[in-house]
Structure formats: C-alpha cells, structure tokens
C-alpha cells in the first residue's frame, strides 16, 4: 500500500484528535488500545501494516471480513447457466444454486 504525504497527514491528525496522541505510539487509531504488541501480529506483513495503518491485529482482522463480506455477502445471486448449460451458479460470488 502507497500513501502520499498527505494522507500520512490526515492520519496522524485523525489520531491526535480522535485520541490525543501521535501515532508514534503504539496505539491502534481504531480502538484505541495501547496494548498493541508489535510481537502480536502474525506475519512481518501485518507488523508492517501497523506501521502504516496504526492498526491493530483485530481491527486488521476487521477490516478484512469486512472487505470480504462486501464482495460477496450483500448481493442478490444472480443465476447464469454455467458452460455445460446444466448447472445454475452466481455470477458474484461463483456460488452453486440449486
Ligand atoms: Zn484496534
Ligand atoms: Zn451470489
């Protein structure tokens, strides 16, 4: 992930306002926890995330279902007639439908 000097800016001052402290700190700007444990995250790749996003492992976690449940939760399944022209499956989220 790419972020440009300015959205460095509106985090950090998100962070200072939301929580009267710098992201320096380590504190998820999310909820607030100061228990953030860089040792906690699963993966170099989340530690990393958590210098950039100063969030934590769960609100991570979070956003992630979230971005999941997006993509394939709120739709109507529209059914399309899959190649062998037999079986019935959404077109969004690849789902069989009976
Ligand atoms: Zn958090
Ligand atoms: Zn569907």
Known sequence: MS????MEKVLDDFAKNIFNRSRQDNCCITCGSTKVNPNDFVDDLLRKEFGISHMCQECQND???EDLSNMTDEHDCE????PNGIDCY?????????
Request: hydrophobic letters at 30%; glycine letters at 10%; aromatic letters at 4%.
């Open 63 to 65: 956003t992630f279902k």
């Open 3 to 6: 972020k440009s000097p300015k």
């Open 90 to 98: 959404c077109r969004v989220c690849g789902n069989t439908l009976g």
């Open 79 to 82: 059914s399309i007639i899959a």
